[in-house]
């Protein structure tokens, strides 16, 4: 790849940083700016891409769970999603067709269906990387939005199988044998160890299961996906998936590149991109309505369907189709390029402050909501907590852990991931299912015997939030936090958290604390040479 596609980038992706943007939006931009100077999409730049692309399913997949799918609200949603937003947008350009006389939109209208079926897909790229910015993977709302985004790579795969004639081999039967290889895998995963083998071992996992899939005609992308299923249930999954995080992101910057580098747009062009974005809204509205119907709560049907509104890479795969077997005009590419940017700008744009307008508009939003919630839904209770650790992970665990020590059944925790509460729940420890960014949670929450709370996040946008939802929620106890970064204390205390522990130094003290009172040396004096 070019050195100037890596200036590039890192110009524009610092930019964002410094505008408080995601750098995705950074990368975009540097794509098309490339392409203005001249630049062209090549094979290293499309490898590098695809590369991204088939760590970033993996990693999802290590981070799944079958029955997830399952779910009504998954399939079917996704289903009567795809279904009547093909109808509406298929409607929507036929009147366009009929009221301007434009060359782009005079075409049959099963090709008409074809724009519109490219359309109906949400981008798997953008969703993840905003969840994984945010710390959200995890949450309910997170699950389910990528639960839709697999529902919709499945249809993916079954439409390229008739759109291509690529039917997959009568010998992919044989791909069934990785369910009973599982307990092999995971003793490979297992003797990986902790270093540089990890990475690698995920290396081979996901770009074997992509290769294994394709020699059997069926879509590599969903070997990866699979592959990392059959992991999830490993204790290093999570492991292995923070392993791979650096690889993927350096990776998937080639993937944006691409998007801006597919051709260069024309004022039309860009009118047209713009059109398709305004239909965002009803792509939103119309996952939010089918999410309450199906007994969501509000806050988790608004956040889904706001991470949902955009357009999918896939597009673009379904339009060289079309293309290919001249169905489309080529400049259809160009459009569903620059529309699929455009979308991903707006949704990392509007779900920075998801969670406020949440709060600022949840009356209207409830009206909406299912009197009787889903059994997963239910608010739970922290009957006689006196402190509660917000977050169990390695971090939150281990307070946990201490706490309960001295304090016993008085000491509660909360993590936003469900499969790690029943696991704890397993083991007799009092923790609770519950996201922390929930202002539901916490109006249904009864706070008034808290007197300590520890939120024990990575993400200091996610303490904040959860600290105004306390705050809000009439809790008056003393809250403790994390940060990873000593840049991040002040803007903590600065938002009513009483006490930030430096997540670094705080390990370093507490190590040599307990070092000399193991050793039996407190109340021993030294000088210093």
């Not at 790849?1 to 975009?28: E, N, R, S, T, Y």
């Not at 540097?30 to 993996?58: K, P, Q, S, W």
């Not at 798997?124 to 969840?131: E, F, H």
């Not at 790579?153 to 390229?160: K, P, S």
Request: glycine share 8%.
């Amino acid at each position: 790849m070019d050195i100037i596609f890596l200036l590039v980038a890192f110009g524009f992706g610092l930019v964002a940083k410094f505008a408080h943007l995601p750098p995705l939006i950074g990368f975009l931009a540097a794509g098309f700016v490339l392409n203005a100077l001249g630049y062209e999409n090549n094979d290293t730049l499309r490898m590098i891409a695809d590369l991204g692309i088939t760590i970033m399913l993996f990693t999802i997949g290590l981070k799944l769970h079958l029955k997830d799918l399952t779910a009504k609200s998954v399939w079917l949603a996704s289903l009567a999603h795809m279904g009547i937003w093909i109808a509406f947008c298929t409607l929507c350009l036929m009147l366009i067709s009929m009221l301007i006389a434009f060359k782009l939109f005079a075409i049959p209208m099963s090709t008409l269906a074809l724009v519109a079926f490219a359309f109906s897909f949400s981008s798997t790229v953008c969703v993840v990387k905003i969840l994984e910015e945010s710390g959200e993977v995890k949450s309910r709302h997170g699950k389910l939005a990528i639960g839709i985004l697999v529902m919709q790579d499945i249809v993916a795969v079954v439409f390229l199988v008739f759109a291509t004639g690529l039917v997959p081999s009568l010998y992919a039967l044989a791909l069934l044998l990785l369910i009973p290889a599982q307990p092999f895998l995971h003793r490979l995963l297992m003797k990986s160890g902790h270093g540089e083998m990890l990475p690698l071992t995920g290396f081979i996992f996901a770009f074997g299961a992509y290769h294994l899939f394709s020699l059997f005609d069926v879509k590599g992308d969903l070997g990866a996906l699979i592959a990392g299923i059959l992991l999830a249930s490993h204790p290093k999954a999570n492991e292995l998936s923070k392993a791979l995080l650096g690889f993927k992101d350096l990776f998937l910057i080639g993937f944006f590149l691409t998007i801006g580098l597919t051709a260069m747009p024309s004022l039309t062009m860009v009118a047209i991109a713009l059109g398709f974005c305004v239909l965002l809204v009803f792509k939103f509205g119309l996952f939010f309505w089918l999410f309450t119907k199906l007994q969501l709560r509000a806050r988790t049907a608004f956040l889904s369907a706001l991470l949902l509104a955009n357009y999918s890479e896939f597009g673009l795969i379904v339009g060289a189709v079309a293309v290919s077997a001249n169905l489309l005009d080529a400049q259809w590419l160009v459009i569903l390029a620059l529309a699929t940017a455009l979308s991903f700008i707006l949704t990392s744009v509007l779900y920075r402050r998801a969670h406020t307008t949440f709060s600022h508009n949840k009356n209207l939003l409830k009206r909406y909501e299912n009197p009787t919630p889903l059994p997963q839904d239910v608010y739970p209770n922290l009957a006689c907590g006196k402190i509660l650790v917000i977050g169990m992970g390695r971090v939150g665990k281990g307070a946990f852990h201490a706490l309960h020590q001295q304090m016993g059944e008085q000491v509660w925790g909360m993590d936003a991931d469900p499969q790690k509460v029943k696991h704890l729940v397993s083991l007799g420890k009092n923790v609770i299912t519950g996201d922390g960014e929930d202002i539901d949670l916490w109006e249904n929450l009864d706070v008034s015997k808290l007197q300590l709370v520890l939120i024990a996040l990575p993400s200091v946008e996610d303490t904040i939030n959860i600290t105004y939802q306390l705050k809000q929620s009439g809790y008056t106890g003393k809250l403790a936090a994390i940060a990873r970064y000593e840049d991040e204390v002040a803007p903590l205390v600065e938002q009513g958290v009483d006490r930030v522990f430096n997540f670094f130094t705080e390990a370093g003290l507490g190590f040599a604390e307990e070092s000399i009172q193991w050793a039996g040396l407190q109340n021993d004096k030294y000088v210093v040479p």
